[in-house]
Every structure is written in structure tokens, then in C-alpha cells.
């Protein structure tokens, strides 16, 4: 089906000039309509179907700058070419300033219905590329929207699924009467939990490239604490710091495991005592710190306690992450310290 000619309202107070400028333009292929007053004009703009406007600046009531003041609240109106006298610079900015897409000095020369006329050209083609622009802008707004939808859904889902493993395996280690064996599979339940978290939280986040690492430690600290039902006092203090969603999850489990090992390991049996969580933001990063007053180690040692795979995760995770993983033997315990470039 054959498209339209390209239809162009032509407005102006002077009939004969208006006619000529509707004979010029019907040779380059267009359909004209006139208006020689601005009411009437506005009314045919409403209607639809217009679209580029030619627009005199002096009409029978009020000018052209009116005219545009009211096409401004107009959905969707068409390009303006804005005619004005030769020593009329100052109008010319204005027109332009109030939302006309090109101007044309009028006068009695042959040139003026051409030069009209190229004006119109380039107004339509122009208006064609910016509704071009945002009908792709609009797509790429739905395709955005509809991939965010369908990647919050498959967090959700990974999250839930993570959380029916985590807890099918506290069941195992809850059945389990060797400690050995009920150790290691709650250390693997805390590690599931640490993932699970950044799951959760990308499922109701506005933007899944980055996490609150300051709202999920909080929550993944104090998970660890009631899981391993530890005799030491848990002290935290983290500050909001947003991070990379890949980021957030070593960050996570790297934090799970230096926190089990305090809880379990830093006070002998019946002994109480307090392990402390801090993380600060800094310039260009963040300062993980785990430290407890108990027994102390200093990170390279051989342990008494435990596989050392904690240990081995911690280090595996940090060099992945590019931070900077020291232990400080303090006097009483331990202080574990990740400096993280973000």
C-alpha cells in the first residue's frame, strides 16, 4: 500500500503569498493546507494528519511565537519552519528557542519560496530520524526492561533453589552424629547461604549490576551467628558500600569463612568472648576486618582445629578479587584484614 504525500499546513495572513508558496511546494510532491489565521491553524493541527508546519510570524491576532506556545502543549506536533522579516535575528531565536526546528528569512525575491521549501525538506527529514531515534530508544527500553525482568526471575529462582539445598543439607548435618562429618557440612551450608544471599537480594534490586555489600554481610553475619549457635558475642559495624555483583559474592564467602573460623575457633569450649565485623568504606575501596580477642593465629600456622579449606577459600577468593589479605596476631587473638579496591 502506497504511502501518503507528506502533508504540510502552511500558516499565514497573506493569501497570495500562501498560495504560491502551496503551488511551490505541491511541485516538490507535497500536500499543502493553509491557514491564514492562528486559531484556525490550531485547530487543523489538532485534528491530525499535519505533518510539518509552515509558520508566518505576524498573523491577524497575535504572532507565530503564540502559535508555538501552544503547540508546546501538543503530544506528538509536528516540525515547525518558522518565516520571519529579514531584520527580525532576535524573533528568529526566539521561534527556535521555543521549539521551531528551522527559520527562513522571507522576501520578495524568487529565492524565498525555494529556500521555504528546503527548510520544510530538511524539517521532515529531520523529524523523521528523531521519531526513528525514539521508537529505537523505546525498544531497547522494553528489550532492558523485559531482560531485567526475566534475569530477576532467574535470581529468584537460583535463590530459592540454593535455599532448598542449604537447607536439605542443615538436615544431613543435623542427622549426623560424628562431628567431623556435621562440622564440614554446616561449613558447606554457611558457603551455599553466602551465595544464595546476593541471589536474593539481585531479585529485588533496581539495578543487578551492583549490591549493597553493607545490607548483605549484615544479614549473612548474623545467619552465620544463629547457625553455628557459637558462645562468643557477635559486635558488627558495616558501612553501605555498593560493589559488583560478581564481587559481592567472593566478598560474601570470603566473609563467611573468616567469621565461622572466629566463631568456632577463637575461644576454647565454655569460654566466652567477642568476635567483631567491621567494614569501611574508603577511597576507591573497602577495609573487610574479622578480629576476636581469643586464642590467636596468624594466618600461616597449622591449625588444630579445622580442614583448612576455610583458610585456602579465603586466599583463593582475595587473589581472585585482587585485595590485600593480612593477619595480625593481636594481644589476646586474632585480627583478619581485606583490603578491597572496588
Given amino acids: 500500500m502506497a504511502s501518503r504525500p507528506t502533508r504540510v499546513l502552511y500558516i499565514d495572513d497573506d493569501p497570495g503569498l500562501a498560495r504560491l508558496i502551496q503551488k511551490n511546494l505541491e511541485r516538490r510532491g507535497y500536500e499543502v493546507e493553509r491557514a491564514d489565521k ?5 485547530e487543523r493541527i489538532r485534528a491530525g494528519g499535519i505533518d510539518v508546519i509552515g509558520l508566518d510570524h505576524y498573523l491577524d491576532s497575535g504572532t507565530g511565537l503564540d502559535v508555538l506556545a501552544e503547540l508546546a502543549s501538543i503530544e506528538h506536533a509536528p516540525p ?4 520571519t522579516g529579514s531584520a527580525e535575528t532576535a524573533i528568529a531565536v526566539a521561534a527556535l528557542k521555543a521549539g521551531a526546528f528551522d527559520y527562513v528569512t522571507k522576501s520578495v525575491s524568487e529565492d524565498f519560496p525555494e529556500l521555504l521549501a528546503s527548510a520544510i525538506d530538511q524539517a521532515v527529514e529531520r523529524a523523521r530520524l528523531m521519531r526513528a531515534k525514539e521508537r529505537v530508544e523505546a525498544e531497547l527500553r522494553e528489550a532492558k526492561e523485559r531482560a531485567e525482568l526475566l534475569l530477576s526471575e532467574v535470581n529468584h529462582r537460583v535463590a530459592n533453589s540454593l535455599a532448598i539445598v542449604g537447607a536439605l543439607i542443615r538436615m544431613q548435618a543435623n542427622s549426623l552424629s560424628e562431628p567431623a562429618a556435621k562440622n564440614a557440612l554446616i561449613e558447606t551450608q554457611a558457603r551455599i ?3 544464595a544471599g546476593v541471589h536474593k537480594r539481585l531479585y529485588t534490586s533496581d539495578d543487578v549490576r551492583f549490591v549493597d555489600i553493607g545490607e548483605y554481610l549484615t544479614t549473612l553475619v548474623k545467619e552465620l551467628d544463629m547457625s553455628l549457635a557459637s558462645s562468643a558475642r557477635l559486635r558488627i559495624r558495616i558501612d553501605a558500600v555498593r560493589v559488583p555483583t560478581d564481587m559481592a559474592i567472593s566478598i560474601g564467602i570470603m566473609t563467611a569463612e573468616l567469621v565461622t573460623n572466629a566463631l ?6 565454655g569460654v566466652k568472648g567477642e568476635v567483631r565485623v567491621f567494614l569501611d568504606a ?3 575501596g573497602a577495609v573487610l576486618v574479622v578480629e576476636d580477642d ?5 594466618g600461616t600456622s597449622q591449625s588444630t582445629k579445622g580442614t583448612g579449606l576455610g583458610t585456602r577459600l579465603v586466599n583463593s577468593m582475595a587473589a581472585n578479587l585482587g585485595a590485600t589479605l ?3 596476631l593481636q594481644h589476646p587473638g586474632t585480627r583478619a584484614k581485606v583490603t578491597l579496591g572496588i
Fill in 38 to 42: 492562528a486559531s484556525a491553524g490550531l
Fill in 80 to 83: 515547525v519552519v518558522y518565516v
Fill in 193 to 195: 547461604s553466602a551465595i
Fill in 264 to 269: 568456632k575457633y577463637a575461644y576454647a569450649e
Fill in 282 to 284: 574508603i577511597p576507591d
Fill in 294 to 298: 581469643g586464642v590467636g593465629w596468624d
Fill in 326 to 328: 593480612t593477619y595480625e
